[in-house]
């Protein structure tokens, strides 16, 4: 649904009615004075953005709502190189404190940041986005969170909101438990878009399968962050056909910088009485997560990156999430803490 902006009245005539007035407040929704300016439904990207908090919100709710909007029919684009570059620099340079920098670069992609609350504990979020629903729509090139409360010290990626069920609730959870996060989201289902005959799972299925293509902004933002230091954690689900004796497939990707962290991380899993499949222990199907683009660049550059799949009985179930995010902030708080 558009959100339509509302433009107070400087002088509220005496024959205003109260439910005039209440339609008004709620037709403004939790937007704070300052916020963005809405783009005019005509798809153009000028938008005028405010460092202000632009609203309250539930972030779980905030962020579900959209990728409930992600189908396998849905639309996108393979962004420019430039478009990947002006986002990710946009990324970096919010991470620096520069946010007049960071708006003018995203801008260059017809993006834009903005402050959001979370209404669970009061935390204040950055939100990079699309620019106007149009955009978002039609290209699906995803959004990042950022937490404002501090340095930026590891990220969270959600390659296969929609595909892989629930995966959000996984990214969202973490971000919401420990400090210094980076939740990185695609925006298209991975096997939209043209070229893509089946929404089957298949690694490379679509121009849209963000973790085995390097051409998207979200391998393009991941790799800022890895060449910034960020460890990462990439969450994937699975069926439950596909390894029925185990819950979570923990592997540290292509190399072995991850190894201590998916070591920690399994024995987490296990605590909260969750069944794990260890790569480096024994095979674990197709789920080992070693030919990932953004586990590639991690390796490169000597950054721990988790690959995590999580059976559809875990991601399911509101109690089994909680365990898993449990397990891992166990993790992402050591990286908090600067240590791996």
């Not at 210094?180 to 298949?202: K, N």
Request: aromatic content about 4%; some cysteine.
């Amino acid at each position: 649904m558009r959100l339509k902006p509302v433009i107070a009245a400087r002088v509220v005539p005496a024959l205003l009615g109260a439910a005039t007035l209440a339609a008004l407040a709620g037709a403004s929704g939790c937007a704070r004075p300052g916020g963005p300016v809405r783009s005019a439904t005509d798809g153009s990207s000028r938008h005028t953005v405010s460092p202000a908090p632009a609203g309250s919100v539930d972030l779980a709710a905030w962020i579900t709502s959209f990728t409930d909007r992600i189908t396998q029919g849905g639309q996108y684009r393979i962004p420019a190189p430039g478009d990947r570059r002006a986002i990710a620099d946009g990324v970096r340079f919010l991470l620096d404190g520069d946010h007049a920098a960071a708006e003018r670069s995203l801008a260059r992609a017809g993006y834009t940041v903005r402050t959001l609350v979370d209404r669970d504990g009061g935390r204040e979020f950055a939100e990079i986005a699309d620019a106007t629903k149009d955009g978002e729509t039609t290209r699906g090139w995803g959004r990042v969170y950022v937490d404002l409360h501090g340095p930026a010290h590891w990220s969270v990626q959600v390659p296969h909101p929609s595909a892989d069920q629930r995966t959000e609730q996984l990214g969202i959870g973490l971000l919401r438990s420990s400090p210094g996060g980076v939740l990185i989201l695609a925006g298209a289902h991975r096997a939209a878009g043209p070229g893509t005959e089946s929404g089957d799972g298949e690694e490379g299925s679509g121009p849209a399968d963000v973790a085995h293509r390097s051409d998207s902004v979200f391998a393009a933002v991941s790799d800022a962050l890895a060449d910034r230091r960020l460890p990462a954690v990439q969450v994937h689900g699975f069926a439950d056909s596909s390894l029925p004796d185990h819950d979570v497939v923990v592997s540290p990707g292509k190399g072995d910088a991850g190894l201590p962290a998916a070591r920690r991380l399994a024995s987490g899993l296990r605590k909260q009485q969750l069944r794990v499949c260890e790569v480096w222990q024994r095979y674990c199907g197709r789920l080992e997560g070693r030919t990932n683009v953004e586990g590639d660049h991690a390796d490169a550059v000597g950054v721990p990156f988790l690959h995590v799949e999580h059976s559809r009985r875990v991601r399911m179930s509101d109690d089994l999430v909680a365990k898993a995010v449990r397990a891992l902030t166990e993790v992402t708080k050591r990286w908090s803490a600067g240590r791996t």
